[in-house]
């Protein structure tokens, strides 16, 4: 059974195309990594995709994701992206992974909202689709879900490649899934310690639960 990790960087839509609480984002990166049954990286896929509810990327996009205007002028749409990724995929014997639920909820929501078709090749993703983010958490007996990159620090593993790219994020999700796939391993064991000394040192301030950097009171 191969196991394929994948991530999806969005981008907000004008606000005339809104539909509230449902769509609100675009895809513009579709990144994942392909194991094998032994969890080795057998393949991976990386392309962008040119959004069709915003004409530009907007600069606090850009500074998260690293993804121009410039970069996206010549991608394909999200339909012709999302089916050469369904063939990478493959027809099945497979489990699609991601970290939280978000990126299949996006995949149904573009889908709907852009009149795309189910393929066989999609609903078999569909179907397969796992959120490993709770699955992380559940399995370490945490009281809440975290961010990608603070389970890789507390697994002890060095981020790999830039934060907010697809390609990276799904493969620091593939090796968090290594390092957990063997509850029984020193390497789960010393995240489980990470994670029970993570909790006793943790003393927080309104500084520390709140970033008031991000705030942008001016409306």
């Known amino acids: ?59 606090r996009i850009q500074k998260l994701t690293g993804i121009t205007t410039q970069m996206l002028a010549d991608a394909d749409c999200f339909e012709a992206v999302l089916t050469r990724f369904c063939d990478w995929c ?14 299949i909820w996006q995949i149904m929501e573009e889908c ?7 393929s066989e090749k999609l609903r078999y993703m569909l179907n397969h689709w796992k959120d490993f983010q709770t699955e992380f958490s559940q399995m370490l007996q945490m009281e809440h879900v975290i961010a990608l990159d603070k ?16 390609l990276s994020d ?22 489980r310690r990470s994670l029970i000394e993570s909790k006793k040192s943790c003393t927080f301030s309104l500084g520390e639960v709140f970033n008031f950097g991000t705030l942008n009171l001016a409306q």
Not at 112 to 118: A, L, Y
Not at 170 to 187: I, V
Request: one cysteine or more; hydrophobic letters at 35%.
């Open 170 to 191: 799904a493969r620091n999700t593939a090796d968090l899934f290594r390092q957990t796939s063997d509850q029984g391993s020193k390497e789960f064991a010393r995240l």
């Open 90 to 103: 493959g027809s099945g014997d497979y489990i699609i992974y991601s970290w939280s639920d978000s990126d």
């Open 151 to 166: 389970a890789v620090e507390l697994g002890g593993l060095d981020f790999a490649g830039r934060a907010h790219d697809g």
């Open 112 to 118: 709907r909202m852009k009149g795309i078709e189910c």
């Open 1 to 59: 059974m191969r196991r394929i990790f994948v991530d999806l960087e969005m981008h907000p839509i004008l606000k005339v195309y809104e539909e509230p609480g449902v769509w609100k984002r675009e895809t513009i990166e579709i990144g994942a990594v392909m194991l094998d049954e032994n969890l080795e990286e057998i393949g991976n896929f990386k392309e962008y995709v040119k959004p069709v509810f915003s004409d530009k990327v907007y600069g």
